[in-house]
């Protein structure tokens, strides 16, 4: 079991930069491979950026290829996601969440994720 919990939302101009933090508890968080995802009302979730278990590999959608990094730290049982060059577009929820597959993507579908946070809140202005 692992509950996570993200931080580091809010408010930021076109162009901006926010980064954002996944913590997580549990003993086994090193043998999960992490994702973010992202959600607008009405639309289906997202899928951003995924890291494997060991943080060797990665993969982002083409949408924020280039401009989020995501990264691990297992020892302080962290995930976080950095994001620049920031878009109005970019404005939604983001998830982090948990898999129990190590490299969870090809494809990167929520069904693939076992554990998720409550999400925060990035809104980018124009």
């Known amino acids: 079991q692992v509950q996570l919990v993200e931080s580091g939302g809010g408010l930021v101009q076109a162009g901006g930069s926010l980064r954002l933090s996944c913590a997580a508890s549990?003993?086994?968080?090193?043998?999960?491979?992490m994702g973010w995802f992202r959600q607008v009302p009405g639309k289906e979730r997202e899928s951003v950026a995924a890291?494997?278990?060991?943080?060797?590999?990665?993969y982002y959608a083409d949408s924020v290829k280039g401009r989020f990094t995501i990264s691990r730290d297992n020892a302080k049982n962290m995930v976080y996601l950095q994001m620049n060059s920031l878009k109005p577009e970019d404005t939604a929820v983001y998830y982090c969440?948990?898999?129990?597959?190590?490299?969870?993507?090809?494809?990167?579908?929520?069904?693939?994720?076992?554990?998720w946070g409550q999400g925060t809140q990035v809104t980018v202005s124009s």
């Open positions: 969440a948990a898999s129990v597959s190590s490299r969870p993507w090809g494809p990167m579908t929520p069904s693939r994720y076992q554990y």
């Open positions: 549990g003993r086994t968080f090193s043998s999960y491979g």
């Open positions: 890291i494997s278990w060991s943080g060797s590999g990665t």
